[in-house]
C-alpha cells in the first residue's frame, strides 16, 4: 500500500523557516514525481511545487517561488520543503501527492494527511 | 498565468445528477483532473486524464473535455458524495499545476 506521511509542521514566526518532509513507502520512490499543495483554513487548493523522481527538475507556484525549495532523498524515500522568509499568507495545511504514472503531467495520488503550518506572532 | 473557473455550488437532490463545470481558455486541448475532498479528509483523484476512473471510483462519476469547458458528472447522487471538487489541469504556458477554486456539492 502506497503512504505518503508528512511531519515538520507547526507554529513559526513572521521572517521565520521551516523544513517539512514527507515519508513514502509502498512504491519505488526515485521513479515518480512528487508534489507539495496547500490549503489554507477555508480556501481551495493551491499547488506549491513538483519535483521530478531524479530530482533534477523542479517547478515552484509564483507565490513560493525564491522563498521555498524543493528537494528529495531518493535513498530514504523522503520528500522535503525548506521555507524561508514565511509570511502569514503561507498558513496552510501542507499536503504531499504522489503524481500517479512515471511520465507527462498526471494526476495526484494518493496525498498524505497534511501537516499544519501557522505563521504568526 | 492559467485561470479555471468553477461554479462555487451545485445542488442535487439524492438520486439525480451533478454536473460540475470547469472553464478555461481552450481547455480541451489540455488534460483535466478532477478530486473529491470530503470534510477534513486529503482529496482523492476521482477522474483523471479527462475521464478515466480510477479503480475504486464508482462509475456514477464520469467526465468530459471539449473546447473551453471539462465536465464532471455524477450520476444516482448520493448522500456520500457531498463534498468539494476540484479541477487541475497542467499548464505548459508557465510550467505550473493549476487547480479550480472547487465547487461544494450539497445533497438535499
Known amino acids: 500500500e502506497v503512504q505518503l506521511l508528512e511531519s515538520g509542521g507547526g507554529l513559526i514566526q513572521p521572517g521565520g523557516s521551516l523544513r517539512l518532509s514527507c515519508a513514502a513507502s509502498?512504491?519505488?520512490?526515485?521513479?515518480?514525481?512528487m508534489n507539495w499543495v496547500r490549503q489554507a483554513p477555508g480556501k481551495g487548493l493551491e499547488w506549491v511545487s513538483v519535483?521530478?523522481?531524479?530530482?533534477?527538475?523542479?517547478y515552484y507556484a509564483d507565490s513560493v517561488k525564491g522563498r521555498f525549495t524543493v528537494s528529495r532523498d531518493n535513498s530514504k524515500n523522503t520528500l522535503f520543503l525548506q521555507m524561508k522568509s514565511l509570511r502569514a499568507e503561507d498558513t496552510a495545511i501542507y499536503y504531499c501527492?504522489?503524481?500517479?504514472?512515471?511520465?507527462?503531467?498526471?494526476?495526484?495520488?494518493?496525498w498524505g494527511q497534511g501537516t499544519l503550518v501557522t505563521v504568526s506572532s | 498565468s492559467y485561470v479555471l473557473t468553477q461554479p462555487p455550488s451545485v445542488s442535487v437532490a439524492p438520486g439525480k445528477t451533478a454536473t460540475i463545470t470547469c472553464g478555461g481558455d481552450?481547455?480541451?486541448?489540455?488534460?483535466v483532473h478532477w478530486y473529491q475532498q470530503r470534510p477534513g479528509q486529503a482529496p482523492v483523484v476521482v477522474i483523471y486524464?479527462?475521464?478515466d476512473r480510477p479503480s475504486g471510483i464508482p462509475e456514477r462519476f464520469s467526465g468530459s473535455n471539449s473546447g473551453n469547458t471539462a465536465t464532471l458528472t455524477i450520476s444516482r447522487v448520493e448522500a456520500g458524495d457531498e463534498a468539494d471538487y476540484y479541477c487541475?489541469?497542467?499548464?505548459?504556458?508557465?510550467?505550473?499545476?493549476?487547480f479550480g477554486a472547487g465547487t461544494k456539492v450539497t445533497v438535499l
Open positions: 501527492a504522489k503524481c500517479m504514472s512515471t511520465s507527462g503531467w498526471p494526476s495526484f495520488d494518493p
Open positions: 509502498g512504491f519505488t520512490f526515485g521513479n515518480y514525481a
Open positions: 519535483i521530478t523522481g531524479s530530482g533534477s527538475g523542479t
Open positions: 481552450s481547455i480541451g486541448s489540455k488534460n
Open positions: 486524464y479527462d475521464s
Open positions: 487541475q489541469v497542467w499548464d505548459r504556458s508557465s510550467d505550473h499545476y493549476v
